[in-house]
C-alpha cells in the first residue's frame, strides 16, 4: 500500500469513528462514579414527578453522580442519567438541577441513546463514499485530489453529524420544558442555568454567531426558543418548593466538603455560618483535615435539631469508624441503616464496620450480623462493588472459598476492570458451589459476560471488528 493510500485510510477512520470516541468517553466516566445515599435520594425525589410527565417508569430510570468537576450531565443507554459534581456545584438552586434533569430525561424518553445511529449513518456512509472516490483517484496517481475529497468529505460527515446532534438537543429542550410544566415545577431555573452556561461560553471567547461546529445549539439560542414555551406556563417564577431547596442545599454542601480543598470548604462555609448546610460542608472538612473531634461537633449539633435524621447518624458513624473508633461508630450505623428503612449503602458501611469489629473482638456474633447486613444490602442493589468486597470478606474469614469467589466476581464484574479476573473468580465460584442453586447459576451469568468481553477485547486487538 502507498504511503498517500495509507494517510488516506488512516483519516477515514479517524471519521468513521467520531461517535465511538463519544461513547467511549461515557464510559470511562463511569469509572468515577460517587455513591452517597441522602444525595440518590434526593436526584430519585426530585426526578419522579419529572418522570412521570415523561411517561417513563421511575423503578427503570437511574440517576446517579460521576466525580467530574466539568458542569456537565448525559444520558446513556439503559435509562440512566450522570449529573458531574460540578454541575451540582455550580447551580445555584433545585430549579436549575431540575431544569437540566427535565432536559436529560427528554434525552430518554426519546430514546436517543438507542437511535444515535440515525445521525451516525449517514455521516458514515459519506465518509465511506469519500473514501472510495479518494482510493480511485489515488489508485489513477492523482493523490492531491485523492486527498482534497477525502477531506471534504470527512467534513461534510462531519457537519451532518452535528446538525443532526444539534437538532436532537433542541427537540429535547422542548420536550424537558413540557415536563416542567406537566410536573407543576417553575422552569425558570432551565433559563438561569443556560444563562449560566452562555456566561461560560463568554469568557471562553467562544462565538456565538455560528454553531455550525458545535453538537448543541448556542446558550443563546436555546434561551430564546425556551422562553417562549417557559413563560406561558402557570408555574413560571413560582419558585422553588422551599423543602426540596433545603434538601438541595444540604446535599451540595456534603459534596463541596467531600471533593474540595478543606481550606477552600472552610472559606466558603465559615465557623460564623451555623446553618446546617455549613455543618454537614465543615463536618466533611474536618474529617478530611483528621480533626474528628471537631466534625463530630458540627454532626451532633444537627442531630441535636434532628435526632432521627439517618444520613447525619450516617455520617457520624463514617466518622467514628474512619477515626479507628470502630466499636462507637456501630450505634449510630445500626439506627442509620433502621431510620433509613434499610438503604442499602448505609448498610454496606455498617457491613464493613461489623467486620472491622468481628476482626478486632473475634466476636462470631458480628460477623454473623455482618454477613445477614451485606447479603441484604446486595439483594436491594447489586451495583455496589463496596458492598460485595466486605461480604467476600466475610465468607473469606468464614473460609467459604466458592462464595467468597462469587463475591469477588460480583465486585470485579461491576468494576469494569479486567474481565480475565472476573472470569478466574466466576469460574472458581461454580466449580465449587452446588450446581443449580442461585449462587451457582449468578456465577455462571458471570462467566459467560466475562468470556464475552475477553473475546471482544481479542477482536479488537486483532483489528476486527467486534459483534
Known sequence: MSH???????????????????????DARAQSIL???????????????????????????GIYLIGDPSI????????????????????TDVLEVQGVLAHELGHVAG?????????????????????????????????????????AGQQAAQGKFLAFNRDQESRTDQAGARFLEAAGVDGSGMISFFRQLQGNEYRLAIKQDNSYNRTH??????????????????YWKKGADPALQARYQRIRAKLVGFVSDPADTLKAYPLTDTSDPARVARAYAFHKSAFPDKALAEVDALLAKSPDDPYMLELKGQ?????????????PLRAAVSKSNGEPLIAGMLGHAL?????????????????????????????NPFAWLQLG??????????????????????????????????????????????DWIRAQDILLVSQDQMESMKKDRNGRPRG
Not at 420 to 430: D, F
Open 393 to 438: 470478606t466475610v465468607y473469606e474469614r468464614r473460609g467459604d472459598k466458592p462464595r467468597a469467589a462469587l463475591a469477588s466476581a460480583e465486585r470485579l464484574n461491576l468494576s469494569g476492570g479486567d474481565p480475565r479476573l472476573a472470569a478466574q473468580s466466576a469460574r472458581a465460584a461454580v466449580e465449587g458451589l452446588p450446581k443449580g442453586t442461585p
Open 72 to 91: 456537565n450531565a448525559f444520558a446513556t443507554l439503559g435509562q440512566t442519567v450522570y449529573f458531574h459534581s460540578g454541575l451540582i456545584v455550580a447551580a
Open 111 to 151: 430514546g436517543h441513546a438507542v437511535r444515535f445511529n440515525e445521525g451516525a449513518g449517514p455521516a458514515s456512509n459519506i465518509s465511506l463514499l469519500s473514501l472510495a472516490l479518494a482510493a480511485g483517484l489515488i489508485a489513477a496517481g492523482g493523490a492531491d485530489a485523492g486527498m482534497a475529497v477525502l477531506m
Open 217 to 234: 445549539p448556542l446558550s443563546g439560542e436555546r434561551i430564546s426558543a425556551l422562553e417562549d414555551v417557559l413563560q406561558k406556563s402557570p
Open 4 to 26: 498517500a493510500l495509507f494517510r488516506v485510510l488512516r483519516h477515514a477512520l479517524a471519521a468513521l469513528l467520531l461517535v465511538g470516541a463519544q461513547l467511549a468517553a461515557s
Open 35 to 61: 455513591r452517597d445515599a441522602e444525595t440518590e435520594a434526593f436526584l430519585r425525589d426530585i426526578g419522579k414527578p419529572l418522570m412521570l410527565a415523561g411517561k417513563l417508569d421511575p423503578q427503570t430510570v
Open 319 to 331: 466518622v467514628l469508624l474512619e477515626s479507628g473508633r470502630v466499636s462507637a461508630s456501630l450505634p
Open 355 to 383: 467486620v472491622q469489629a468481628a476482626d478486632a473482638s473475634n466476636n462470631p456474633a458480628e460477623l454473623d450480623e455482618a454477613e445477614k447486613v451485606l447479603r441484604t444490602a446486595v439483594a436491594r442493589d447489586n451495583q
